[in-house]
């Protein structure tokens, strides 16, 4: 049974309102972040950074592997818009949460990569 909260001029529903725009800003967040990650990832492949990385012994096995994952959460993104319902929320939140785990590693590459820069 759908909770009726008040309508607004032309009839629209508050309540259906607020969960679109929501939805809306839940989006964009996804979206705003899938691009950060994808720049800093991208960021991350630069050359005094792979230089670094193959005499560590480390290779750039690492930057492409998140590269990979990156473009696995773009692919799941697109496809959690097509959803509905619970589906879709848990699609949602479980992007969210492989976002959450691909920030704090680009994050700490990124330290990696600066404290390489400056020893």
Known sequence: ???????????????ESRLT?????????LNLRLIEL??????????PYQFWL??????SGRVEDLRVKVEAARWMFRIAKHLNGATRELVISTL????DDLESIVASE???KEAARAA
């Open 38 to 47: 994808r720049n800093d990832v991208k960021n991350l492949g630069s050359a």
């Open 96 to 99: 969210q949460r492989s976002l």
């Open 21 to 29: 725009q929501a939805g809306d800003l839940v989006e964009y967040d």
């Open 110 to 112: 990124m330290h990696a």
């Open 1 to 15: 049974m759908k909770k009726q909260f008040s309508s607004f001029a032309d009839g629209e529903d508050i309540g």
């Open 54 to 59: 193959e005499n560590t012994g480390r290779g």
